[in-house]
């Protein structure tokens, strides 16, 4: 059988972020996880530097989302899992004995794969929301401002201004996502997670998705797992590819700048996966 290439893809990464106050870098050291007897990741280390977007690439099985959800507290809520390493946010381990896990998950936020605000409450309640869960208190105007401040950050101010009470259930799926990504500004976190934000939109939405993923990395470091190649070379500034094979635990095979990832890769796995050759 004739093999099918894609075309080869070209990273035109967008421009780091230069105003770094307050922008956090985090570190991921000597990660292996478990479901169980059975070992998903092993040995994983990879830093995710202050204001730039790093994504997370591989094919389906390889830890990706595990490794993203043992970035901010969320793997331990898996009955049987456990791991071993470090995860540190600006030198400070989030798995530390002194570290509230609701502290870890508000400084760093994550935006899941399929839309998920609240249905039933209203799109002004559900960017809200998370002020309560960490016990934030503030005004009336004070959440006012947060509401207006955050839905502009996500790209949906201008579409909902006008009917911030009505249901964010009553939202289109990419609005819907959008409001979850100004529901995890809220709280102001220092890292974004994102889990394959766009894989259940349109083009249109995605495209929008991404735009806000480029305005949101000069003030908040951002991960993001994807599947979309283009989407890899269009929002990050470095990739790591993820890969496990044989019945064996992921690892990463590469990371580095996104353009030397797609133009100049060093390994030929990592060549074959982002020219579309396998996965």
């Not at 977007?53 to 989302?65: D, F, R, W, Y």
């Not at 896990?101 to 929301?129: E, H």
């Not at 894989?199 to 480029?214: V, Y």
């Amino acid at each position: 059988m004739t093999e099918l290439q894609a075309p080869t893809l070209t990273a035109t990464a967008p421009v780091a972020a230069t105003n770094r106050e307050g922008l956090a870098t985090l570190e991921a050291r000597s990660i292996s996880a478990w479901f169980g007897d059975h070992k998903v990741l092993d040995r994983v280390s990879l830093t995710m530097p202050a204001g730039e977007v790093t994504a997370l690439i591989g094919p389906s099985g390889c830890g990706k989302s595990t490794f993203l959800r043992i970035l901010n507290r969320m793997h331990e809520l898996v009955p049987n899992a456990s791991l071993a390493g470090e995860v540190l946010l600006d030198g400070r381990d989030l798995y530390s004995a002194d570290r509230r896990i609701t502290d870890a998950r508000r400084q760093v936020g994550m935006v899941f794969q399929k839309p998920n605000p609240f249905p039933a409450m209203s799109i002004y309640d559900n960017v809200v929301a998370g002020l309560k869960l960490t016990g934030t208190r503030t005004s009336k105007r004070g959440r006012d401002d947060l509401v207006e401040e955050t839905l502009t950050k996500a790209g949906l101010w201008k579409e909902v201004r006008d009917r911030l009470r009505q249901p964010g259930g009553a939202l289109s799926g990419g609005q819907q996502q959008r409001l979850c990504i100004a529901r995890s500004l809220a709280v102001r976190p220092r890292v974004l997670l994102m889990d394959e934000p766009c894989s259940a939109l349109d083009p249109t939405s995605t495209r929008r998705i991404e735009e806000t993923i480029g305005e949101l990395a000069d003030e908040v470091t951002i991960v993001i797992v994807t599947h979309n190649m283009q989407q890899a070379a269009r929002v990050s500034h470095q990739c790591a590819f993820f890969l496990a094979s044989h019945g064996t635990p992921g690892v990463i095979v590469e990371h580095g700048p996104t353009s030397a990832m797609f133009d100049h890769p060093q390994d030929p796995r990592t060549s074959d996966y982002v020219h579309g050759r396998f996965g």
